[in-house]
């Protein structure tokens, strides 16, 4: 029963667009052309009556997208970020679903907090207040400890989240299935791979010992970057539906008139906060994979503090030296070098013309360099590498999504608080230093020191594998000459010289 399941949830879907007046918005700010739009209006309009009605407070996408649920949610959050893409009026509507969705009640809060903690609300905390902020998947309220009385956010998954989720990504699941079997050149971008990917990420929102976990760790990478802040976690009164972390005080990045009256300065944050991300992708592998406005706030001292790290990525350190090659070859206009990366890294066909792909890059990349933010669509420029991708048979790197809308989401936060931002000579200096060190005479070498100290781990096995070689030689003297099993054993003697040449190379270093 899971497709006809599927088939209704997905007419429900366009239904609900229709109903509450949210599909010509969406069609309007996608820039879909009138025969298209009146065509798909026309497929919906019969089934108004299976829409969602939603919450009639709200604005119509926003309102649509809420009543559809959690994985729709966050697809609205992800377009309120790009003005530039869906038009300004639909981006503020938008901006609703990141921190200020309707709250679930305060005694469905205390009883989740008293199931997953062991312990009242009140003997946990001194005060607990309403909820202060309300997205897709949890709510949080600002309490104050009972111990010491500090200053505390408390996050609460909502009452049966897992299951709408899982409603939610099946119609998903079975969109792309679908897709692939209509359409078999949709396959090269992987669209079930992309939706499993997608489930993997937001899966691992609905337990917060996760992201408390992710959230630690993110703390320690970035203790000594300046001018950025991390709440601490409380781990005594965190567990898998109940996260605890220190108070966040500061005004919220996406208020430009709130930083504007409390003196900082847009253009520097803008600048600092598309520095910090790519700081962390490149230098740690290891960054915030959900920085919308709803997650980010200023601090009185002009940091910027991120919360909420329910989505975080992480990448190798071999795609981080090939996504900077990438990047520092665009900053560069080095069109030739950034198209024979792509092919070093396998992510166009050997069979394809790397000269001929190169051109195809200078006609993507050209159009950026000398513009600032506010005269460049990024609709058009990514729609341009679509057919680029397609033209020279480049698949969906599944590895890369999150990075690569991540991406997308930070730029569109920095050109809301900097409109005029030139996004590549803010880059330039983060990758030209991570260039230096990761790409130079002094990253062979740090790479050597990395190999010798792994093959020295084997020094101890050395024995038991010559040993073993002789036994083998000793089994199969009938099919192999005595000077065969001579040099045999002579190699393994070789290699446990250059493993203990290594063993203590690595010592004195």
């Known amino acids: 029963m899971r497709g006809p399941h599927n088939i209704i949830r997905l007419i429900r879907t366009g239904a609900t667009l229709e109903r509450t007046g949210a599909m010509k918005i969406i069609l309007h700010a996608f820039e879909v052309g009138p025969v298209l739009s ?54 503020n509507q938008l901006r609703v679903l990141q921190d200020k969705l309707p709250p679930f009640s305060m005694a469905e809060a205390k009883a989740e907090i008293l199931r997953e903690l062991g312990q009242p609300v009140e003997t946990l905390f001194s005060s607990f207040s309403e909820p202060v902020a309300a997205a897709s998947l949890a709510q949080v309220h600002k309490a104050h400890l009972a111990e010491n009385g500090d200053a505390v956010a408390v996050k609460v ?65 970035t203790e000594g970057d300046e001018g950025f802040a991390v709440p601490r976690i409380r781990w005594h009164l965190s567990g898998r539906r109940v996260m605890t972390l220190d108070w966040a005080e500061g005004t919220s990045i996406g208020d430009n008139a709130a930083l504007d009256a409390a003196g900082h300065d847009r253009t520097a944050i803008a600048t600092r906060v598309l520095q910090l991300f790519l700081n962390h992708a490149l230098r740690d592998g290891f960054f915030h994979g959900d920085m919308h406005q709803g997650n980010l706030k200023v601090a009185a001292n002009g940091d910027v503090v991120a919360y909420d790290f329910g989505i975080m990525g992480r990448i190798d350190e071999y795609t981080r030296r090939v996504y900077a090659e990438i990047l520092f070859g665009f900053i560069r206009k080095d069109y030739q070098r ?15 013309d790397v000269d001929e792909f190169a051109r195809a890059l200078r006609a993507v990349g050209e159009p950026i360099f000398g513009m600032d933010a506010s005269r460049i669509s990024m609709a058009r420029l990514l729609a341009y590498l679509f057919e680029v991708t397609e033209r020279f048979g480049m698949e969906t790197r599944t590895e890369l999504i999150l990075l690569q809308r991540t991406m997308v989401v930070v730029e569109g936060v920095a050109r809301s608080l900097d409109p005029n931002m030139n996004i590549w000579k803010v880059a330039q200096p983060v990758v030209e230093a991570y260039i230096k060190e990761s790409i130079g005479p002094k990253a062979l070498m740090k790479d050597l020191v990395k190999t ?12 038991s594998i010559a040993q073993a070689a002789l036994i083998q030689q000793n089994s199969n003297t009938s099919v192999q000459t005595p000077n065969r099993g001579i040099e045999k054993f002579g190699w393994v003697l070789v290699g446990a010289g250059i493993t203990s040449a290594l063993f203590w190379l690595t010592m004195s270093l």
């Open 338 to 352: 950034v198209a024979e990366v792509h092919f070093e890294a396998g992510y166009v066909p050997a069979d394809k």
């Open 452 to 463: 010798a100290r792994i093959l020295s781990r084997f020094g101890p096995l050395l024995p």
């Open 38 to 91: 009146a065509f798909l209006r026309a497929v919906v309009w019969p089934f108004q009556w299976l829409g969602y009605k939603g919450d009639l407070s709200m604005p119509p996408a926003p309102r649509a997208l809420n009543a559809l649920g959690p994985a729709y949610i966050k697809f609205g959050q992800m377009l309120s970020t790009r003005p530039d893409v869906v038009g300004d009026d639909f981006a």
């Open 157 to 221: 998954l909502r009452p049966g989240i897992e299951r709408a989720f899982k409603r939610d990504i099946d119609a998903f699941y079975f969109a792309a299935r679908t897709i692939e079997f209509l359409s078999p050149a949709s396959r090269r971008l992987r669209p079930l791979e992309v939706i499993k990917h997608f489930d993997g990420v937001v899966a691992g929102e609905l337990d917060l010992r996760l992201e408390s976990s992710a959230a630690a760790e993110f703390a320690a990478n």
